[in-house]
């Protein structure tokens, strides 16, 4: 299209006129845009000889604009020539009341106490009682203690902080009441509504201060890099080990979101459930997840602060959800791989989901959202729904000074067990910075192996630029192979296993198990486009998934 098209384009534009009538507002409102698209496209064509002319006529023109509003200052405008404003129906409006008044009262709290005083389940409590819950599936004999005896007292010890814990989270406070009768009480468009008009407001209450922390720490670990060793700066740098831990902590208690909320209603749950309380009302909170579920929103599997999984509470979920869906057929697919390497945005691609991205460890623990499978599809894919699970990085820089590398290989474990299939992420193609993902999934296939699972898995090479070439293909597979049967060798003899090579411990084809994904973007973000060929290598990705 050349500059004469957009002089007719031009001519023939409403820009000097007014509506007569309101029906005639959305053809007027168009022609605008049509306008301001014309002469956009007319100054790119215009004097392109010329470098600069563009950009400083736009600025030109942006300054000399002094209107400057925002959506919510239109919103009246907008009601006064008749758009319909989504944020007038009802559902919304009573979901943000409800929501602004839930926020407001956590406002009234320091943000670093929040979770403390308004969700008490969730503290050092329920840390105590993780790890006593795990104790006892390793009991040992202690000294003269018997197993018996021991367990025995674990259990004990178990009681007891399930006891504290009741006593400091009950009678429920404001904020939980308000959550569990609105999400009991009201009709599902509502709910929705107000889940996100939560996650909005939340994610709003305390970005400046966690920034204003997260440099604090940098500053204090800078300087702790920089000291040189004697004697007396050794005591200086205890010293600031010891601020940056609990500025550590205090970073962890002011992060606070809505997924803190949902966990909190899942806890109050197990609390009740594991005294055998007399309490009946509790019993109908696993409805309260399946229903969720089934609109639609990831409900979290495995706690991340504790790593720890609420047995009675997502079985709980799961045997209301079987109640309402009947016994149907569930694909399980499941994603592993090192910390901010685009995992959750790999399955936000895939399949429209919204599991949180950003730089650092976003997602901890394992969350897990229910997609319903077309049902012209169900017959072809053999099965019904599909749960799709996103798990935190693994050799996550967060987890290193708080707990072992067994984590990772029990995540790992875990997320590989549960799934029919996962996808094993890795971010560029160099083998040794492969190693670590592929030890700790090649220790967790064998580990399925010897209690007769078989899962499937597929390697998706993120970050590796235009492959298109056969030879280079072949090559990142023939290294990615060699990578694999020499990590199967480390793992199998730590388990005490006789397995030479990877294709003995699972089915697996070189050839076609292996995807290699460019960029998502197209230079450096924010202002980078997205790759076209990323979003080609996703569709390619889920027709091999779903084969």
Request: proline share 3%; charged share 25%.
């Amino acid at each position: 299209m050349g500059t004469e098209d957009f002089h007719r384009i031009h001519q023939t534009c409403v820009h000097d006129s007014q509506p007569s009538k309101d029906s005639e507002l959305p053809f007027y409102f168009l022609q605008r845009l049509l306008t301001v698209d014309y002469r956009v496209r007319y100054l790119t064509c215009k004097e392109t000889s010329k470098p600069g002319v563009l950009t400083k006529t736009i600025r030109d023109l942006v300054e000399g604009s002094s209107t400057l509003v925002s959506l919510n200052a239109c919103l009246s405008t907008a009601r006064q020539h008749g758009f319909l404003v989504d944020e007038d129906a009802e559902a919304c409006v009573t979901a943000k009341e409800t929501a602004i008044k839930l926020v407001n009262l956590l406002k009234k709290q320091k943000l670093s106490e929040i979770k403390s005083q308004l969700l008490p389940l969730q503290g050092k409590l329920w840390y105590m009682w993780c790890e006593k819950d795990k104790e006892l599936t390793r009991l040992q004999e202690k000294g003269n203690k018997s197993i018996e005896h021991h367990w025995s007292q674990i259990e004990s010890e178990k009681s007891d902080i399930r006891r504290k814990q009741l006593g400091k989270a009950f009678p429920l406070n404001q904020l939980m009441k308000t959550v569990l009768g609105f999400l009991h009480s009201q009709p599902d468009n509502t709910k929705k509504f107000f889940l996100q008009w939560m996650k909005i407001f939340m994610d709003d209450i305390a970005p400046d201060h966690l920034d204003e922390l997260k440099r604090e720490y940098h500053q204090k670990w800078y300087r702790i890099v920089s000291i040189k060793k004697n004697i007396e700066s050794n005591n200086l740098k205890m010293q600031l080990v010891k601020k940056l831990n609990a500025l550590s902590d205090e970073i962890n208690d002011s992060s606070i979101g809505l997924e803190h909320i949902l966990r909190e209603v899942g806890q109050i749950y197990e609390a009740l459930e594991s005294t055998y309380s007399k309490e009946n009302w509790y019993v109908k909170l696993p409805e309260i997840a399946a229903n969720l579920m089934l609109l639609g929103y990831p409900i979290e599997l495995m706690d991340g602060d504790a790593s720890y999984i609420p047995l009675q509470w997502i079985g709980a979920v799961f045997d209301r959800l079987i109640e309402k869906l009947g016994d149907k057929r569930v694909f399980v697919l499941s994603v592993l791989g090192i910390q901010s390497t685009g995992k959750s945005t790999l399955l936000n691609a895939m399949f429209g989901l919204q599991f949180n991205v950003s730089a650092g460890r976003c997602t901890r623990g394992a969350f897990m959202q229910l997609i319903t499978v077309d049902e012209k599809l169900q017959q072809d894919l053999n099965f019904d729904y599909m749960l799709v699970v996103d798990t935190e990085g693994l050799r996550a820089i967060e987890m290193t000074h708080k707990q072992s590398l067994n984590h990772d290989n029990e995540l790992a474990t875990f997320v590989i067990g549960i799934g029919n299939m996962t996808l094993i992420n890795i971010f560029g193609e160099n083998p040794s910075e492969m190693q670590d993902i592929l030890q700790i999934a090649v220790q967790a296939f064998l580990r399925m192996k010897q209690v007769n699972l078989s899962p499937g898995c597929l390697f998706v090479h993120q970050n590796v630029g235009e492959i298109t070439a056969k030879e280079q293909n072949m090559e990142g597979q023939r290294r990615l192979q060699e990578k694999l049967d020499e990590m199967t060798v480390i793992a199998a003899q730590q388990e005490f296993c006789d397995i030479t090579c990877f294709s003995d411990v699972i089915r697996f084809d070189v050839n076609t198990h292996i995807h290699y994904f460019a960029h998502l973007w197209e230079g450096n973000p924010p202002m980078a486009p997205p790759n076209p060929t990323y979003s080609q290598n996703v569709q390619e990705l889920k027709s091999k998934i779903l084969q």
